[in-house]
């Protein structure tokens, strides 16, 4: 909810047979656009933009927003190194309201029993009117 950016450090390389790639997403056009944009929309429901193979060195960023999504390819640690990296994001001390095809998307919380890493509750950004 109030995060800007996203970022990873790769600290090794990994080949591209091994998984672990870092894939980036968007939410497909359509000609209804939907009221809000889920935190864990189908895989069905998004565009691929860009696919990332870990490379020792590299820094990859990339917005927060709540038409930003992304995923990692199954890893396997089979005849290579471990996959190391350090990831970190920017964030405000606030909710964050995005603009998108000039609307307002505010962050909508809802209250859930599922165990997540940092919280107990889930998001999704919905247009307010």
């Given amino acids: 909810m109030n995060r800007l950016y996203n970022f990873l450090i790769y600290l090794t390389d990994i080949p591209k047979k091994n998984g672990g790639s870092l894939t980036l997403y968007k939410k497909k056009v359509t000609k209804n656009l939907r009221k809000s944009f889920r935190r864990f929309p189908k895989i069905d429901e998004l565009d691929k933009l ?25 890893f396997k640690e089979k005849n290579c190194p471990k996959r190391f990296f ?3 994001s920017y964030a405000l001390n606030k909710p964050v309201i995005w603009k998108y095809k000039n609307f307002e998307y505010h962050p909508h919380i809802v209250a859930t029993k599922k165990r997540m890493l940092t919280s107990f509750h889930d998001s999704n950004y919905l247009l307010k009117y």
């Fill in 50 to 74: 860009k696919e990332f193979t870990p490379k020792q060195g590299s820094v990859i960023f990339f917005k927060s927003t709540p038409n930003s999504y992304h995923g990692v390819n199954r």
């Fill in 86 to 88: 350090i990831y970190g």
